[in-house]
Structures are given as structure tokens and as C-alpha cells.
């Protein structure tokens, strides 16, 4: 096991390329690399917050639910 940082796209490549090899079995190696890569993009490719009201959107379009399927547990939006 020749673990060390990753540093660079390169080295994140070549950390991918192990964890395929590694992929299915259990071990240390495994888990300090998921952990490297992770803190790796973390730091490189930082993403935002979702927006919950865009979440809750996006889902209830995966499962083709409108916001009438919502009223049983929110109520209506009907103001009088």
C-alpha cells in the first residue's frame, strides 16, 4: 500500500485508477483513498447548497408528482 496525497489532477486520476482496481474488496487502502479523493474535490471543485425548494422541484419530477400530489400533506396555496 502506497498511499500519499493527491496534489494535482494526475494524482487524482492515478487514485481513481486504484480505487477501481480496489473496488468490491475491503480494506484500509480503500477507505484512505475515498477519503483523499473526496477532501481532494472538496477543496477543487466546491459545491454550493442546493436550494430546497429547487430539491424538492427536482424530485417530485423524477417521480412525476405535481404540486395538487402535495396538498394531502401541506394543504392548498389557495389564499382567499
Do not use: C
Not at 494526475?10 to 487502502?29: H, M
Not at 454550493?48 to 422541484?57: F, L, T, V
Amino acid at each position: 500500500m502506497n498511499i500519499k496525497p493527491i496534489r494535482s489532477q494526475e494524482d487524482l486520476t492515478a487514485a481513481f485508477a486504484r480505487v477501481e482496481q480496489l473496488w468490491g474488496s475491503e480494506g484500509d487502502e480503500l477507505e484512505v483513498l475515498a477519503l483523499l479523493i473526496e477532501k481532494y474535490e472538496d477543496e477543487h471543485y466546491p459545491m454550493p447548497p442546493s436550494d430546497p425548494i429547487e430539491a424538492i422541484k427536482f424530485r417530485m419530477d423524477q417521480q412525476g408528482l405535481t404540486p395538487r400530489d402535495l396538498e394531502p400533506f401541506i394543504g392548498t396555496s389557495d389564499f382567499v
